[in-house]
């Protein structure tokens, strides 16, 4: 196991060796160690891979509910009414928590009619409605001071991305957010004349639309892995030191990450899951 300290022998491409082939704690990282002890369970089977069984799925609720009302006042006045809501939601679970997002949809549609009849040649229409929609993802929320993070936009933690398409950290998607609103108020007259029928009235509409997406509002950190990698080619090389090399710009986040993250390797201290 290798330190990320260069050798004086040949500083770009040879690393010093850690005693006993074993970290220092002093060198261990106190963020990194925290995700892990958050995130990563220990294993659930025996071995040293595919050793994790955990629980993932979707959980779909739909509810929509419907109120009416008819009313008659008099022989010339009638009220019509109906209120209609819808929730939609869609829970999803991932094995490691805060890798997954939610969608969620709710939907409220209002109707009222009232008709007057002012005499048998003169029926008058007045209507209005409003219709409001949110529709949108939500994700797991995890205060991330708790574990040294600072200057989050989102209330997780930030995207960690490691080599192997192993991550950490929250949901680094993007966050879509849509919240709709429409009015409507019309009035018609109906005319008989004769043998002629008359229909005239107006019409005014108002649509108003929000729409909010963030990407990578939590912060977002990639690492290449340059010295998980052994001098001789071993695949039993741990993972050791990741060099950082990109931060997310979406926003800048500035004292999400060190300059270094090392993680501890699984066989020195308590076993962890490698995925």
Request: net charge negative.
């Amino acid at each position: 196991m290798f330190s990320g300290t260069a050798s004086a022998l040949n500083p770009e491409f040879i690393r010093q060796p850690f005693s006993n082939n074993q970290i220092p704690t002093e060198r261990l990282n106190s963020v990194a160690q925290a995700i892990i002890n958050f995130q990563q369970p220990p294993p659930t089977h025996p071995g040293t891979d595919l050793n994790y069984l955990g629980t993932a799925g979707a959980l779909l609720v739909n509810d929509q509910y419907s109120l009416r009302i008819d009313h008659r006042f008099s022989d010339t006045d009638n009220i019509y009414g109906r209120l209609t809501w819808q929730n939609n939601l869609r829970d999803n679970l991932s094995v490691l928590p805060l890798q997954a997002k939610n969608v969620k949809g709710y939907g409220r549609v209002l109707n009222l009619s009232w008709t007057h009849i002012f005499n048998a040649g003169i029926v008058n229409e007045f209507r209005a409605g409003y219709v409001r929609g949110v529709y949108g993802d939500s994700i797991e929320e995890e205060d991330p001071t708790a574990f040294g993070f600072s200057n989050t936009l989102l209330n997780t933690l930030p995207g960690l991305l490691l080599p192997n398409s192993l991550n950490f950290g929250g949901f680094t998607a993007s966050i879509l957010n849509t919240v709709q609103n429409t009015y409507q108020i019309a009035d018609n007259v109906s005319m008989i004349r004769g043998r002629h029928a008359f229909k005239f009235g107006g019409k005014i509409d108002e649509n108003r639309f929000r729409n909010g997406e963030q990407g990578v509002g939590n912060g977002r950190a990639d690492f290449n892995g340059m010295f998980s990698r052994s001098s001789v080619g071993s695949s039993q090389q741990p993972f050791v030191e990741y060099e950082p090399t990109r931060q997310s710009a979406e926003p800048a986040v500035g004292g999400v990450l060190p300059g270094r993250l090392e993680a501890e390797p699984a066989h020195d201290r308590e076993p962890r899951t490698p995925l």
